[in-house]
C-alpha cells in the first residue's frame, strides 16, 4: 500500500509491533504493588485482632478490646469489661464525650438501666455489681465519613459518683 492510500493519521509504523522495553510491564509498577501488599500485610492499613487494653485502678479491673486503627466508614466493635474490686452499688460506665465524636453508635449490650452525660462524659449505669464479678458491655459504633485522622478520649468505671478506674482509648482513623 502506499502512503497516499493510507487512512488518515495511520502511517507504516503504527504496523511496526511495540518495541522490546514497551512489551512488558514496568518493574516500578511491580515494586510499588509488592509495597502496598507488604505494607497491608504487617497491618499498616489497619485489620488483624483487636489489642486488649487495660488496667487496675483503686476500685476495679478494666480492660478494653477494640481497632485502634480503622478506616473511615467501617463498622467495629468494642468491649468494655469492668471487674469491681467491692461490690458495687451502681456500676456506671463513662465514655469521655470526644471519643464518640464523629461516631455512630449502633448497639450497646446489655443495654443500660440509666444513660445520660455528666462531667463531659456519656455515663451509662448498670446497677448493682458484686467484688470480682465480671461485667462486659458490647458496644458496635461505625466511623462517619467526617472524622479523618482520629478520636480520643477517657473510658473511665464507676460506683456512682466514685471513680473506680480510668483507661485513656485512642483510634486513629485513615481514609
Known amino acids: 500500500m502506499s502512503e497516499r492510500n493510507w487512512p488518515d493519521g495511520l502511517s507504516p509504523p503504527h504496523l511496526e509491533g511495540p518495541t522490546p522495553v ?36 483503686e476500685g476495679a479491673d478494666l480492660a478494653i ?6 478506616r473511615n466508614g467501617e463498622f467495629f466493635e468494642t468491649h468494655v469489661t469492668m471487674t469491681p474490686g467491692a461490690d458495687a452499688a451502681d456500676l456506671t460506665l463513662a465514655l469521655d464525650a470526644p471519643l464518640l465524636r464523629d461516631l455512630t453508635q449502633n448497639s450497646m449490650i446489655p443495654a443500660a438501666s440509666e444513660e445520660g452525660f455528666e462531667d463531659g462524659a456519656f455515663r451509662f449505669r448498670y446497677g448493682p455489681v458484686k467484688a470480682g464479678e465480671r461485667f462486659e458491655v458490647k458496644m458496635d459504633f461505625q466511623i462517619n465519613p ?10 473511665a468505671v464507676y460506683d456512682g459518683a466514685r471513680e473506680l478506674a480510668r483507661l485513656p482509648y485512642r483510634i486513629e482513623v485513615r481514609p
Do not use: C, E, I, N
Open 22 to 57: 514497551r512489551r512488558h510491564a514496568s518493574p516500578v509498577s511491580f515494586v510499588l504493588l509488592g509495597s502496598l501488599l507488604l505494607a497491608a500485610l504487617f497491618g499498616a492499613f489497619g485489620g488483624g485482632a483487636p489489642p486488649m487494653l487495660q488496667t487496675r485502678g
Open 65 to 70: 478490646t477494640g481497632p485502634q486503627l480503622l
Open 146 to 155: 467526617a472524622l479523618l485522622g482520629g478520636t480520643r478520649g477517657d473510658v
